[in-house]
Antibody, heavy 118, light 112 residues
């Protein structure tokens, strides 16, 4: 059974760096074809894919966020990480991590709310 | 980026009726392996999205066969037959053929 759970700071100030952790079970990020994606959703709005990291360490970021995103993983501890630099109020959203395979995104975490406010 | 145009934005339907949701992409979603990576998700109120259908027409485990997906290339449809109260929420189409991955803007299904 695949499960994922996001954790993060809850609230942070503009210009700071957002650090999120995705802790998962039921799969390994060292297994061929496995990946974790990060998606966010501002309150009342749609879904925006941010980045994906794969079993082999390859990463793909959404160009709309330019170079503000960094994804990484800790295979031994079944965790994936997302960092977003220079946050502003537009980064306020619920952030999800999701299990990803070649066929697409299937299982989603419960999401973590992040508020950027001074 | 591939733009996913989803219509209608909202639907109000009586229990037992059928509804269809359209999703059109700005580019073909056929990947080099010949497969089409177009999926349908449901986000119930206050919950995270749940995938219902993958690769156009394949139902995820536990999804009732009242749900069906059809389409090809750039034009896709989700049909829900005999709508039940538990079907309400926001439906999204999503493509994972091209990076960046993109989603439709959602269709809110309400029960009359």
């Amino acid at each position: 059974q695949v499960t994922l759970k996001e954790s993060g700071p809850g609230i942070l100030q503009p210009s700071h760096t957002l650090s999120l952790t995705c802790s998962f079970s039921g799969f390994s990020l060292s297994t061929y074809g496995m990946g974790v994606s990060w998606i966010r959703q501002p309150s009342g709005k749609g879904l925006e894919w941010l980045a994906s990291i794969w079993w082999n360490g390859n990463t793909y970021n959404n160009p709309s966020l330019k170079s503000r995103l960094t994804v990484s993983k800790d295979t031994s501890n079944n965790q994936a990480f997302l960092k977003v630099t220079s946050v502003d109020t537009a980064d306020t959203a619920t952030y999800y991590c999701a299990h990803t395979r070649f066929g697409g995104i299937d299982y989603w975490g419960q999401g973590v709310m992040v508020t950027v406010s001074s | 980026d591939v733009v996913m145009t989803q219509t209608p934005p909202s639907l109000s339907v009586a229990i037992g009726q059928s509804v269809s949701i359209s999703c059109k992409s700005s580019q073909s979603l056929v990947y080099s392996d010949g497969k089409t990576y177009l999926h349908w998700l449901l986000q119930s109120s206050g919950r995270s999205p749940k995938r219902l259908i993958y690769q156009v027409s394949n139902l995820d485990s536990g999804v009732p066969d009242r749900f069906s997906g059809t389409g090809s290339q750039k034009d896709f449809t989700l049909k829900i037959s005999r709508v039940e109260a538990k079907d309400l929420g926001v439906y999204y189409c999503a493509q994972t053929t091209h990076f960046p991955l993109t989603f439709g803007s959602g269709t809110k299904l309400e029960i009359k």
